[in-house]
């Protein structure tokens, strides 16, 4: 299907409207953690990258690369990197090391269409990560419907955050209403919430704003504190109930009963170990935050100066190290054309400062 033009997205779409099993499906014991009601691209991407379907081993498909920690100052060691090698430099097995599913002729042929389409849309296949631009709101925004973080990108020369529900997702939620692309403009956003700032911390209102956040760190410090493995085992338990309901659905729709009752038996293994994850005790329980009193949080407004004509004036890149200050969380709802922000400073702010000291203490 991808030699003949088809994309990864398309493949998927297609499989998953046949009923084909995605590989977490297929192999549910391994991959509890993972939905499997329907393929994703990346999988039909890893599928399409893997040489071992010629029925090949390869190796030397990655390399170590030692890095130092800072070149100016080599005491403080190296990180070690997995990189990736060319094509060129893998070493396949002579013989075959187990039964192939595709053919070599084919798996290259789905290579040099890969290659040809990279070189249309004028990149390199994975030629590595993009550059590191400044998105003020980075990690910020999160799409109300469904509460995935929004994605940064730029178009025509503006930046956008982004929420895009694809065929595969509808999938994997059918009840909810999500259209096709969420698009939020940065600037428009940056700009109300700059305005809210300056005046929140102008100084007449500055006591008043104190107090408020005062409040919003006693709130959020008073939350039952998880593990990320006791968040994981909720939204799990909270799929599988979702994947029951529509199985039971499809059961009485007339699908194959025998099918069905697999697929319901599989969801319910899984929902009974999540429920095990979340009754037993954890191993490392977290200490709950301590709420930030007044004289705390004003401490981080004057850590960050004059607020309301620093955020005015900012650089983008400026920008990101105080909306952190500020615990500022955004929730953007598509139907109303609504973003509600949130201020909710949960840990003292802390400015980053060169371990060796200032470098240029004149630049100031």
Not at 133 to 161: D, E, F, H, N
Not at 198 to 226: G, K, M, V, W, Y
Not at 291 to 320: C, H, W
């Amino acid at each position: 299907m991808y030699v003949e033009g088809m994309s990864y997205s398309a493949i998927a779409a297609l499989l998953t409207r046949e009923g084909v099993p995605c590989p977490s499906a297929h192999d549910a014991t391994r991959n509890p953690h993972r939905k499997k009601t329907a393929w994703q691209q990346g999988a039909v991407r890893a599928i399409l990258l893997n040489p071992r379907y010629t029925g090949h081993e390869v190796w030397n498909k990655q390399r170590k690369e030692e890095r130092l920690l800072d070149v100016d100052d080599v005491t403080l060691g190296h990180r070690t990197h997995m990189t990736h090698n060319p094509v060129e430099e893998w070493i396949p097995s002579i013989e075959p090391a187990h039964e192939a599913i595709i053919s070599t002729d084919l798996f290259d042929a789905a290579r040099t269409v890969r290659t040809q389409r990279a070189r249309n849309q004028g990149r390199q296949e994975r030629a590595g990560k993009r550059g590191a631009r400044p998105y003020a709101l980075r990690g910020r925004v999160r799409c109300s419907p469904c509460g995935r973080k929004m994605q940064p990108a730029t178009i025509r020369s503006r930046v956008y955050y982004r929420c895009e529900f694809k065929e595969e997702e509808a999938a994997l939620y059918p009840d909810l209403t999500h259209p096709r692309t969420v698009y939020l403009r940065e600037d428009i956003v940056c700009q109300a919430l700059d305005q809210w700032i300056a005046r929140a911390f102008a100084p007449d209102r500055l006591s008043a704003t104190i107090e408020a956040l005062t409040h919003a760190s006693t709130a959020a410090s008073t939350a039952e504190p998880q593990t990320p493995e006791q968040t994981q085992a909720r939204q799990a338990i909270k799929e599988c109930e979702r994947r029951l309901v529509r199985y039971q659905a499809a059961l009485d729709a007339g699908a194959d009963p025998a099918v069905v009752t697999q697929w319901i038996n599989e969801a319910q293994r899984d929902k009974d170990t999540a429920q095990n994850k979340l009754n037993a005790k954890p191993a490392v329980t977290r200490k709950k935050q301590s709420p930030l009193d007044a004289q705390q949080i004003r401490g981080i407004t004057e850590s960050l100066g004059d607020l309301a004509r620093r955020i005015q004036t900012a650089a983008v890149e400026k920008k990101g190290p105080l909306y952190e200050a500020l615990g500022i969380t955004i929730s953007y709802e598509h139907a109303t054309k609504t973003a509600t922000v949130r201020s909710r400073p949960s840990s003292p702010y802390r400015q980053s400062l060169c371990p060796r000291g200032d470098l240029n203490p004149h630049a100031r």
